[in-house]
């Protein structure tokens, strides 16, 4: 687990939250550095709108300590908590221009009027709305409304800002656009932002580092590179992007490596785990991305240096920038490859015809051991 930069701004330390039976937050530690564009990214129901309603205050805790600023805030309420909320929905006032909206919170804490309308022209600005302080939410596009919402959470100058899943009514174009707007925004005010979303992609384009999660659980906490590169459970690897998982057997060692066999005739080389001893018959599984894989002729001669695996082709698919290789190898376990199209394509490869699959083992990944993870739940 990646530590974040002192000083820590959010702490979840072992957090555990239940609704009656279901355990929505399992024992949860994360941290955030000041500044820091942080993530909570995972499927429907995987814990992580409830970790951020205990960061705001929303909900409590069952279980463990929720940190702002290092000061233990469990119990202390909402309003007084210095974060602020953006939702999915916007949450306007729809009876309030744009400028009231923003000036909404300021004008609660008794901010004087010139003030206010500094800070109100400062954070439209910011959010690119100038020009539109007199409309109501009613007359803006979704994307405005969300800006509004941004601003109006951004006026408070709070110190942490959460975001539950702030583009998802958005059209996919104006989210992909929202994206860049969002980093740069939290670039210009440097406010640590916590953000919620299910959407791979945005929060890996988006983070400067982010927390998966599956079950109320915490899988892996890393910059998106490694949550990418280097997946540590079989969900993670499984959940972001496509994968090839690979269940293999140990044979032996190789230096750095170890040797495992899937099919009779494979090469294959593992990184040797180094959190755990491993030995000749264990099981492995491992775990390598689709354009880390090429495919050549069976015939062609591979260095002993590199994985090899044999199978058959079942499926192409041409895609533009790429073509996606579905291959079936003769250990059983469907394998797929993408290719860049960097040249003009003539053979795509043909389903039914026997290929081989070649790549370099250091971009093999072994996975927790299941039966280990299962013990560390339990205990
Ligand atoms: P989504 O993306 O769908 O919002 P999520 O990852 O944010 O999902 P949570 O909303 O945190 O997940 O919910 C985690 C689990 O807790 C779910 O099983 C959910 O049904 C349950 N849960 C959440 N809030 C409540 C509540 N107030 N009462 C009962 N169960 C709840």
Redesign the pocket.
């Known amino acids: 687990m990646t530590e974040p930069e002192e000083p820590v701004e959010v702490g979840l330390y072992g957090v555990t939250k239940r609704?009656?039976d279901?355990v929505?937050v399992d024992d949860v530690t994360i941290t955030v550095g000041r500044g820091e564009f942080f993530s909570m990214l995972?499927p429907?129901?995987?814990?992580?709108?409830?970790s951020l309603r205990m960061i705001a205050g929303f909900e409590e805790p069952d279980r463990g300590r929720v940190e702002l600023t290092g000061r233990d805030i469990v119990g202390v309420p909402p309003y007084k908590r210095n974060v602020n909320t953006v939702f999915q929905s916007y949450a306007l006032f729809p009876h309030l221009t744009v400028a009231d909206n923003v000036a909404f919170g300021l004008r609660r804490k008794k901010v004087s009027k010139s003030a206010v309308r500094d800070r109100v022209k400062r954070y439209l600005d910011l959010v690119q709305l100038n020009g539109y302080d007199d409309r109501r939410p009613s007359q803006l596009s979704g994307g405005q409304q969300q800006r509004v919402a941004l601003a109006r959470a951004l006026v408070n100058e709070p110190a942490v800002l959460l975001l539950d899943e702030p583009l998802g009514a958005l059209d996919l174009k104006l989210r992909k656009q929202m994206q860049l707007e969002l980093m740069r925004i939290q670039r210009e005010v440097g406010v640590t932002f916590v953000y919620?979303t299910?959407d791979q992609e945005e929060a890996l384009v988006m983070s400067d580092r982010l927390a998966v999660m599956s079950q109320g659980r915490v899988e892996q906490v890393g910059f998106p590179e490694d949550i990418y590169e280097r997946p540590a459970t079989r969900f993670v690897a499984g959940f972001i992007g496509t994968s090839n998982i690979i269940e293999a057997a140990v044979t032996g060692r190789v230096g750095e490596f170890l040797q495992v066999e899937a099919a009779p005739g494979d090469r294959l080389l593992v990184p040797a785990p180094t959190d755990r001893s491993v030995s000749p018959g264990d099981r492995v599984s491992f775990t390598v991305r689709p354009e880390k894989l090429r495919v050549v002729a069976e015939s062609d001669v591979v260095a002993d240096r590199l994985c090899t695996v044999s199978g058959t082709v079942v499926d192409v698919v041409y895609q533009g920038v790429s073509t996606q290789l579905v291959i079936r190898t003769d250990a059983g376990t469907t394998l797929v490859v993408f290719r860049q199209n960097s040249e003009r394509v003539s053979d795509a490869g043909v389903p039914g015809t026997r290929a081989r699959i070649v790549w370099d083992p250091e971009l093999n990944v072994v996975l927790a051991n299941e039966a280990d993870l299962e013990k560390e739940l339990t205990a």
């Open positions: 609704f009656g279901t929505a995972g429907s129901g995987c814990g992580k709108t409830t919620v299910h």
